[in-house]
């Protein structure tokens, strides 16, 4: 129970039993020590075996059962080779393809494995299992291409060539770790006939204020056996350890088991083992403690074959007593967490949502590491796939979390590490946001120095800036911290006397990736000078009511009103030329006016506002330029621009009445 390794016998050996039993002493032995789980010692047989063996198929069968041994202890690469033999070698079975693909999956090879998948579809029509599998490859491809932001590097103070894994803090400070390694230094001197490593057991090492490692110890003669120790878990006190024992006997199958140790100072009390083992039953596995955040439960996995059991290695839960003891039965997540095949290494955050390795649900190649909210007592549902880059191809798995931080280990063998399982640290690096731009004139489009930029956010922070000679501005750093901050928006701003403001917004909240917001702000000159033009505010023909589309356009100034609460405005109508001098004059008054009037409705003081009609005295295109235009249509549009609704600011010394 202590690697995904040394658990994945019960999900391999299934295939022997579909294929014809090979012939010979050697080939027995080597089926033995497969069925068994010792597959180092199986792939060393089969070997044997193929060199004496001189039917043509059974030969064919003896490679096939290498690449099977070699998928068994998570070598791919290995693996895809013996398979290829078998291929050439004629096996008759062309699930090779099938476990070709897996393996080329495990490697990162995705469009390869989707290629021999698809050979597979070809040489076994009607069987859909490589289909999940193809959509899988491409699945996490899209999850490669696209990463998460968490980093992660292997902690190399930590690692060996061996397997070093599944690490624990044991102490409140989160800087001294407990973890599995199979490094020469190992209890015993024998060999486990499953990797072909020492047996695990448990070693400690703690971190300096620079953050370095010391020289990992092993931990006593009362934790450590000649068999396998590994997964280890600590109470929020860090006074009690929990961990899983594998007993070696040589050529004996023995189940794991969790062990309870209680802590004192650097000691470790002897032993003693949970009651979680159904009676009668030597080769039961039962490992990877985890304790609840209330610690008055333990999750663990298992292949026990209990009510619920969906297969392989489920997660089981079991409650505990005031002394962290089991009482009543273990019962089984379910099928929101369970699959048919492995869920190992569980791990409960503060927050009560579950963390679990599964080779049974999509992902990206071997293990990877899910996360499952909590949704009940004990209870947990909605299983979210990590993704890259805490998941890879290969085998992901162990993630323990250093306390309520986004950072902590976890274990994988992919490349980049010293050598087989390896400890990789992750975190979650800081967004760093900013917020620059420049100021223009909006009529002449040159920058505008001197404009005060004013920002405010949800956070309750305010800042201000004056643009530069060039217009521009900048929030970036604030001495040791920042202006712009994560899940938060901001309102902004642009002021400057003599033109309206310009109000923005930026918000951080959603974003997953550092980002420098560049804003560009043209800001509207205003004074008894400047005509500014509105959007057009229709009426129908001769009429001054305002139509439906003109009330959408004065919108426009409604905001403008609202944005500069202290500017009054002169707002101008004007006409065509096509009806008497005194009758546009009083269509356009009153077209003003109606303006004036919708504007009041919205509420903005009428003291604010003066009406002015025009008529037709201020064209901006004569009837003589008009006549001689070549169509109607140009004639149209030409009136149409007379036609026009304008304001200018009067003052800027209005004082808005209190609410």
Sequence with gaps: MITRKILASLFVTFVFATTAAAQGKLAEEADDAFKKGFYFNAIELYKKAYTVEKKASTKAELIFKVGESYRAIGDPQQAEVWYEKANKAQYTDPVTYLYIGDMLKQQGKYAEAIASYNRFKEKKAGDMRADASIAECQQAQTWKDTPTRYSVDPEVLLNTPQYDFTPAFADKKNETVVYTSTRPSATGAETDQIIGESFSDLFTSSRDRLGKWSEPVKLPITINTEGNEGAPIFNSKRSVMYFTRCPMEKKKVFGCDIWMSKKVGNNYSEPVILALRPEKNDTVTIGHPALTKDETA????????????????????VKLDKDGVPTGAATNLGGDINTAKDEMFPFIRHDGSLY????????????????????????????????????????????????????????????????????WRFYLPDMVFGLQGTAFDKASGQPLAGTKINVVGTDGSNFSAITDDNGGFSFIENGKDRYIKENTTYSVLAEKEGYLVVKDQATTVGLNESTTFVKEYFLQPASKDIVIKLPEVQYDLGKFELRPEGKDSLET????????????????????????????QILSQNRAQSCVNYLVTKGIDPVRMVAKGYGETMPRITDAQIKVMKTEEEREAAHQQNRRTEFRVLNYDYVPKAN
Aim: hydrophobic letters at 30%; proline letters at 3%.
């Design 557 to 584: 100034l409604y905001q403008t009103l609202i944005d500069n609460p202290t500017i009054t405005i002169e707002l101008a109508a004007h006409t065509d030329t096509r009806d008497s001098d005194a009758r546009n």
């Design 356 to 423: 679990f390795s599964s080779n049974g649900r999509p992902g990206m190649g071997g293990m990877d590491i899910y996360h499952a909210e909590k949704s009940g007592d004990n209870a947990w549902s909605a299983v979210d796939n990590l993704k890259s880059p805490i998941n890879s191809s290969s085998d992901d798995f162990g993630i323990a979390f250093e306390a309520e931080e986004e950072r902590g280990f976890f274990t994988s063998n992919r490349a980049g590490g010293k050598g087989q399982d390896d400890i």
């Design 298 to 317: 333990l999750i663990f996995a298992s292949d026990m074959k209990g009510p619920g059991h969906k297969g392989g290695k489920d997660l089981y839960m």
